[in-house]
Every structure is written in C-alpha cells, then in structure tokens.
C-alpha cells in the first residue's frame, strides 16, 4: 500500500521567512497530493492541492510543487505569519473515484512555529 | 453552509459504558468519513460510508460500530472500550465520484476512556 513519509516533523522560522514542508510517497499510481493545516482544537483543513497532471501550484502566499518521477512534493509558504503555526499534513491518494469516495493516507505531520 | 458538526466535543466514559457520537453535514456530501486520530499522530482512517453503504473498515474492532442513518448524518456507537481507544475522533464528508477532492474535517470529538 501508499507509504507517505513527510519531512521536517519540527519546523520553526521567524516572521516574514519562507518554510519549507517535503514528502514522499511510495505508490506511483497515486495522482492527488493534498495538504492540510491542522490548528490547535481543531479539525484539518485543506489549505491547497494538487493533481499529477500539474507540476506547480500557487495561491497567494501558498505553493505546492510535485515531481513525479521523484515522487515527492512539497509545501512552500512565503511570508510566514504567526497565524501560519500549526501542525501540517500531506496526503495521497489515487483516482478515479469511482468508488465514491476517495481514501487518504497522510504524511507523519509537521509542527510548524513562527516566531514574531 | 460548508460545516461538518460533531458531538459531544468532548466526552469521557467508562469501560463497560455505551455511547454514541454523532457528525452532521448539510453540504449534500455522500462520501462521509471516521478518522481516529491519537496526539501529534497524522489521522488514521476507521471506516467509510458511501451513499450511506460501509465502503470500507479499516479493520476496526467490533467495539466500535459505525452508523450512518441518512445523507446527512453519520454516528459511532462505541461499547467496551480500552484505555488505549482514547483519542480525537474526527468525521469528514465529501463529494463522491470525479468530483471527489477536499475531505471537509468536523473539529472532532475527544473520547478519554478510564
């Protein structure tokens, strides 16, 4: 099965600094590659994805970027805010969803701090 | 309305207790998801409910028994629980079929087991 292996697990940076979030996955026929941000008490939610169709994808201060023949793919987020702490999981997963519904296997999660 | 609802948010129960917790969604999702979730550990999934079938059990023990009544609810029974079944218990829905991408997450249900 889908092995997701997520890199740093601890993470700290200082206000207006860029983080860095890599995993790699082991199942090559996995096609959808989607990050969560999980807060303190609460539930994750998705904050970008990314289908295997696409190398890069980029939503204001937030990027993802996939190489397949890798099979890695990380998070980037630019101008780091105090608001952006918090526990970050990657996931895969493998389509089409004909099964109606789809089945994620998360990385190991990072703690990311940023300090004012 | 794009909120997956679950109560009790926390609740702690004895061994030979029978409880039930609940998720709601009201996003016309019919894909609906358990996940267990243990501290600093990524979410692990429990079972799956598609069109309100169980699509998939992770090989969970008896001791907990999923439900889902309709399109918009799903429940967990949870009976004779362990000590170790302590943890955050977290439901999802989403859209089903090509369309199937974001896993809208509730804020969870924290079970602690005495």
């Known amino acids: 099965g889908e092995n997701v292996e997520q890199h740093p697990s601890t993470l700290s940076v200082q206000e207006g600094d860029s983080a860095v979030i890599k995993c790699t996955y082991s199942d090559s026929a996995s096609n959808y590659f989607p990050w969560y941000k999980q807060e303190l008490g609460k539930g994750p939610q998705l904050i970008i994805d990314i289908r295997s169709n696409v190398g890069e994808k980029k939503d204001q201060r937030i990027a993802v970027t996939l190489n397949k023949t890798a099979k890695h793919f990380s998070l980037h987020i630019t101008e780091t805010q105090p608001e952006d702490s918090a526990v970050y999981f990657c996931a895969a997963s493998k389509g089409p969803w004909n099964t109606g519904f789809q089945k994620l296997v998360f990385g190991t999660g990072t703690r990311l701090l940023v300090s004012p | 309305d794009t909120e997956v609802t679950q109560t009790p948010k926390h609740l702690v129960m004895g061994m030979t207790n029978k409880k039930s917790l609940k998720c709601e969604q009201h996003m016309g999702h019919r894909a609906m998801y358990w996940y267990k979730q243990k501290a600093k550990k990524p979410p692990e999934l429990m079972f799956v409910?598609?069109?309100?079938?169980?699509?998939i059990n992770e090989s969970v023990p008896s001791r907990f028994s999923p439900e889902c009544p309709n399109s918009s609810l799903l429940n967990l029974h949870l009976h004779a629980l362990q000590p170790e079944d302590s943890a955050l218990y977290l439901c999802a829905s989403s859209l089903t079929g090509e369309n199937t991408g974001e896993l809208f997450f509730g804020e969870g249900s924290r079970l602690t087991v005495l």
């Open positions: 409910y598609s069109y309100e079938k169980l699509s």
